[in-house]
């Protein structure tokens, strides 16, 4: 989000012609008719593309004739899609009809993926954030396949597309892939469509019919527990907990705190002891303490924790490289099993979306481990639900974690995380 500010604070300064020029012109045209309407086609368009995954249209669709293009872009918190009609059109006119409807899916797979700018900048950016760019032109690729694939458009008409608006060169200093690049992850799209899990899906009353794949079962998540603005406005979380451990007359309470994008914190405490454990990460450096005891991260963990970008794993997770391994149960509730990698899974319930089980296998002394994570009893926080309960299972012991309060965007600052 901040990026997107400095973009717009940019914006103003820095002259990179006619399309920084175009989008002020289209917001303040906008503005001033307090209120944004798209054509009917368009919005006709938009509504197919959002009832395949079942999302609600929370974007503004905007025409706005100077951007030959269209793009998707955040601003003050509301999502828009801007969309050259005129360009829709020739694209159109000069492929097949599946290009528009190929081309605004796709630009909506950049809100899906919480992406938050589509420029062309090529020149603000450095090769780092253009390499990020191009990675999220393909997610929003593999989005925008699986969706034209649904609604019955062939892999050949969007080829025909790519053939037009995109070139074979070496992509390195673009923000755009290239179209071999471009067309290999519209295909991976296509095959998520294809994807038909062993049970009747359309079976009446089966909320899960859309469920076809990783991508979409992430996206069904993302939206039981609150959608995608609900989420990227959570910035920290301080939550205290009951704790019990299987066979132990101990009752330690805990407090949890997590910090944007990947900071951690837990405490844990035991009346008349005192503060007896404690994990801390800063986002580079992190230890676990017990009595006084300071043991550093090893390189895994540190490694581990660095690949979390955020406090909500389905926000960040490589939809490129996630698997629906397929539907299974958990006491008698069907669950989609989604396999992360070779070591950890997530388990997210059929009906309704929620996560309610992660499993992961770790090595420790040379031994694997699998350690599981149930997680029940979701409640509202700020328009987020939480699990306030959470039990884990680590070789032989049981934790059971019961949460009293969890606070979102208070009482957590970078001291906690020293
Ligand atoms: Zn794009």
Not at 264 to 286: D, F, H, P, R
């Amino acid at each position: 989000m901040k990026k997107l500010f400095l973009l717009f604070f940019l914006l103003h300064f820095i002259s990179y012609g006619q399309k920084a020029v175009g989008l002020e012109i289209c917001f303040e045209y906008q503005k001033s008719l307090k209120g944004f309407s798209a054509e009917k086609d368009a919005d006709d368009a938009l509504n197919d593309i959002l009832a395949v995954i079942g999302a609600a249209k929370n974007f503004y669709l905007i025409p706005c004739d100077e951007i030959n293009n269209a793009l998707a872009l955040t601003y003050k918190g509301e999502r828009y899609i801007m969309y050259d009609k005129d360009f829709i059109y020739k694209i159109n006119k000069a492929t097949n009809d599946w290009s528009g409807k190929f081309i605004l899916a796709h630009e909506v797979g950049h809100h899906i993926n919480g992406h938050t700018r589509d420029f062309l900048i090529a020149s603000m950016l450095d090769d780092q954030t253009k390499e990020k760019q191009r990675e999220e032109e393909l997610e929003a690729d593999v989005f925008a396949g699986f969706i034209v694939a649904k609604l019955g458009a062939s892999y050949n008409q969007i080829k025909e597309l790519m053939e037009t608006i995109t070139s074979e060169k070496d992509d390195k200093y673009s923000t755009h892939p290239n179209r071999t690049k471009r067309l290999e992850a519209i295909k991976r799209g296509f095959d998520n469509a294809q994807v038909n899990l062993n049970i009747d899906l359309q079976s009446e009353g089966n909320t899960s019919a859309r469920l076809l794949t990783a991508n979409s079962v992430i996206l069904a998540h993302i939206k039981a527990i609150g959608g995608i603005e609900a989420i990227n406005s959570v910035n920290s979380v301080m939550s205290s907990a009951n704790v019990t451990i299987d066979g132990m007359s101990l009752k330690p309470t805990a407090v949890l705190k997590m910090m944007s994008p990947n900071m951690s914190s837990m405490e844990m405490s035991i009346e008349g002891m005192g503060t007896v454990m404690k994990q801390k990460y800063n986002g580079s450096e992190g230890y676990a303490e017990q009595q006084g005891n300071k043991i550093p991260m090893s390189e895994t963990e540190l490694a581990e924790k660095a690949k979390e970008k955020g406090l909500f794993p389905e926000t960040y997770l490589d939809v490129n490289k996630i698997k629906l391994v397929g539907l299974t149960d958990i006491d008698g509730i069907e669950v989609y099993k989604v396999k992360v990698n070779d070591y950890s899974f997530r388990y997210y319930n059929a009906t309704t979306g929620l996560l309610v089980r992660t499993e992961k296998i770790e090595e420790e002394n040379g031994q694997k481990v699998t350690s599981v994570q149930d997680l029940s009893d979701y409640r509202k926080v700020n328009g987020v639900l939480f699990p306030y309960a959470q039990k884990v299972t680590n070789g032989t012991y049981v934790i059971h974690m019961n949460f009293t309060d969890v606070v979102v965007n208070s009482g957590v600052s970078n001291w906690d995380f020293k």
